[in-house]
């Protein structure tokens, strides 16, 4: 099968990086990021949807998110955490930071990037580059993503999102510390090289967590593990615009239909033929942003016989006549740059 059924997800949803920094941590330490909805404008302008990742440089620390146990990390280590989660990292579990602290870096920043704030008894010290004294480094940043129309990897993946060192090898170490070094000095072609890093990032964690994903598992990740339903996913996304039936999708997985509309409900929630006619509505959703193309041509490339057919199935997903989304997705984007 020559589609890669993840990497064609990734590159529909437009995952890419935006800023790395360094924050220095003295002693008992402890900060506190917002929700990543709140300051998406300042870090992401424009992004739908946006998550935090942090990679311990030096030192120890523990990572939390309301409603999950306390994680533990150590040098190497990378936590993510993709559904946007306010959240502590700390020296120690239980430890509470002023959240007004990265609150008000993110949101009165004047500089072309986020501010990293560096805390020995307090927030104050500005830092871009590791501290030699100081007892935690750590390397964050953020990721942006589409979460609309259509995405179901990011509600597949856990709110705390663990990669220890030993399961991530010494290659994620360079690439986040890289990454740091390229948006301190924001040389020439400095966005495209960050955005291929966080991809790069992104994409192993992913694939980690899926081989680590127990045998009962659900979700789109694990549908992808599965010899049905991943076969299933490939097909749709190889050749989203043929005319799909369940029938012909079960013949060519070799299951019934009804035994392929039940494997897709226990793994993925939902229907194959419900499942292509959100994917296609995404794949109409980045032709309308990136392509300039007419709604009419939209339809016809992701498989739907006239423009007004697509247009009322584009409607009852998002929310919004095709056009008028696309004016308004253009208008943000105006906004970002």
């Known amino acids: 099968m020559s589609c890669d059924t993840l990497s064609d997800l990734l590159g529909a949803v437009r995952l890419r990086g935006a800023v790395f920094y360094y924050v220095s941590c003295w002693e008992e330490w402890a900060t506190e990021a917002p929700p990543a909805g709140e300051i998406a404008a300042a870090v992401m302008p424009g992004a739908d949807h946006v998550m935090a990742f942090h990679m311990i440089a030096r030192g120890n620390g523990w990572a939390a998110v309301s409603g999950c146990a306390p994680v533990r990390l150590a040098p190497g280590d990378v936590v993510m955490f993709p559904h946007g989660d306010a959240h502590v990292m700390s020296s120690a579990p239980g430890l509470a930071a002023e959240r007004v602290a990265p609150a008000w870096v993110f949101a009165t920043r004047k500089l072309p990037r986020p501010i990293p704030v560096s805390y020995r008894d307090g927030p104050g010290v500005v830092a871009d580059l590791p501290v030699d004294d100081a007892d935690a480094v750590l390397v964050c940043g953020f990721l942006g993503c589409d979460l609309r129309p259509f995405n179901p990897l990011v509600s597949a993946l856990p709110h705390l999102l663990h990669l220890p060192a030993a399961r991530a090898g010494g290659w994620m170490e360079h690439v986040i ?75 060519q997985v070799g299951l019934s239909r009804s035994a392929l509309h039940e494997r897709f409900m226990q793994f993925l929630g939902q229907p194959p033929m419900h499942y292509l006619a959100n994917w296609r509505i995404q794949l109409g959703a980045r032709l309308l942003r990136e392509r300039g193309l007419s709604v009419a041509a939209v339809a016809l490339e992701v498989g739907y016989e006239s423009e007004a057919a697509f247009s009322r199935a584009f409607k009852r997903l998002v929310g919004l006549p095709p056009a008028t989304w696309r004016r308004q997705a253009e208008q943000i984007a105006g906004r970002g740059q």
């Open 177 to 251: 510390a890289q990454a740091a070094r390229e948006s301190a000095e924001r040389r020439a072609g400095a966005e495209a090289v960050l955005e291929r890093l966080a991809e790069m990032m992104f994409v192993d964690t992913a694939r980690r967590y899926l081989d680590d994903l127990p045998p009962d598992a659900t979700g789109w990740l694990a549908g992808l593990r599965d010899r049905y339903v991943g076969r299933a996913l490939a097909l749709l996304h190889e050749n989203p615009a043929r005319p799909w039936t369940i029938d012909e999708l079960g013949r």
